[in-house]
Nanobody
Framework: VQLVESGGGLVQAGGSLRLSCVAS?????????MGWFRQAPGKERAFVSF????????AYADSVKGRFTISRDNTKNTLYLQMNRLKPEDTAVYYC??????????????????????WGQGTQVTVSS
């Protein structure tokens, strides 16, 4: 499985970006949970958002709730993250991740990087003040 993120860039505070993550190498994209994580310089990788296999389950980190929206288009094998009202503290490399097992990730583990098996290379998001 290959995951390729795109859509990052430099934006002013208050602006918006839409990240995409295209998956290839697997014919069952629609049966696997996915997530977005981010890593700022000098910090550990942190959970941003989760989406279930058919989009019916979502979860967000408190820091992005109400500003970010996760979605997926299973017909295009693509995961999205719409980021609005961006803040300088959102600056980080953003990674998409996919679970290899079709078993659902339980709620308490949605933010745990270790339950995801495939990762993209990341896309840089920089928010200027």
């Amino acid at each position: 499985v290959q995951l390729v993120e795109s859509g990052g860039g430099l934006v002013q505070a208050g602006g918006s970006l839409r990240l995409s993550c295209v998956a290839s190498g697997r014919s069952t994209f629609s049966t696997h949970d996915m997530g977005w994580f981010r890593q700022a310089p000098g910090k550990e990788r942190a959970f941003v958002s989760f989406i279930g296999e058919n989009g019916g389950r979502t979860a967000y980190a408190d820091s992005v709730k109400g500003r970010f929206t996760i979605s997926r288009d299973n017909t295009k094998n693509t995961l999205y993250l719409q980021m609005n009202r961006l803040k300088p503290e959102d600056t980080a490399v953003y990674y998409c991740a996919q679970r290899s097992s079709p078993n659902r990730i339980i709620q308490s583990s949605m933010g745990d990087p270790s339950v995801y098996d495939y990762w993209g290379q990341g896309t840089q998001v920089t928010v200027s003040s």
